[in-house]
């Protein structure tokens, strides 16, 4: 919501597809929420920008190496996602927010090994299809009912998760409809 209320163009863009999608649809469903690439973007970039999770670690079956380093089996690996997320061999523009990085490019968002918001593979996140989908409701209802502005800038501190350096305040302006003025 923070980037979304940052950029005036990226919420009148995400409209225009939200309402396009409805009209075609109608309503919310599972067939609209498949078609809304530019929100699924938006929200890709937002998980690599600011994974929920930073860091998790796993045990290693077997030895390997990763990067070059020797891992024995049966230790304890320490995997940063906010670090991996944002490497610049990996990442073009790594530390730029860029809400269509997604949208004009061929980055995979499932099973890519550099972009693991959820984690990956069997012991991934059971609930991240779910969360996806919720975040796009969430999303469509606010963005087609209120405009979104900023009230000062925040950072990021890690923490269990990652979280602002202080409360992020956005001013929410209803959207009139031609309904609701008659």
């Not at 990226?10 to 609209?32: C, G, T």
């Not at 079956?61 to 670090?83: K, Q, R, S």
């Not at 995979?108 to 693991?116: A, D, F, V």
């Amino acid at each position: 919501v923070y980037e979304i209320a940052r950029n005036q163009d990226l919420q009148n863009l995400l409209r225009e597809e939200i309402y396009l999608s409805l009209i075609e649809h109608k309503e919310i469903n599972h067939a609209m929420l498949k078609e809304l690439k530019i929100l699924d973007s938006l929200i890709y970039e937002t998980l690599r920008f600011y994974p929920p999770a930073f860091i998790f670690s796993r045990q290693a079956v077997e030895e390997g190496t990763i990067e070059g380093y020797l891992v024995p089996a049966n230790v304890d690996v320490a995997i940063n996602l906010f670090g991996l997320h944002r490497n610049p061999n990996y990442w073009k523009i790594p530390n730029e927010f860029i809400y269509d990085r997604f949208y004009k490019s061929s980055i995979p968002t499932k099973g890519n090994p550099y972009l693991m918001p959820f984690g990956l593979g069997s012991r991934s996140c059971l609930g991240s299809q779910f969360a996806l989908l919720e975040i796009k409701v969430v999303l469509i209802n606010l963005l087609t009912s209120f405009y979104l502005y900023p009230k000062g800038s925040v950072s990021i501190n890690p923490g269990f998760t990652l979280t602002p350096n202080k409360k992020i305040k956005v001013r929410l302006e209803r959207i009139v409809t031609t309904n609701e003025t008659s």
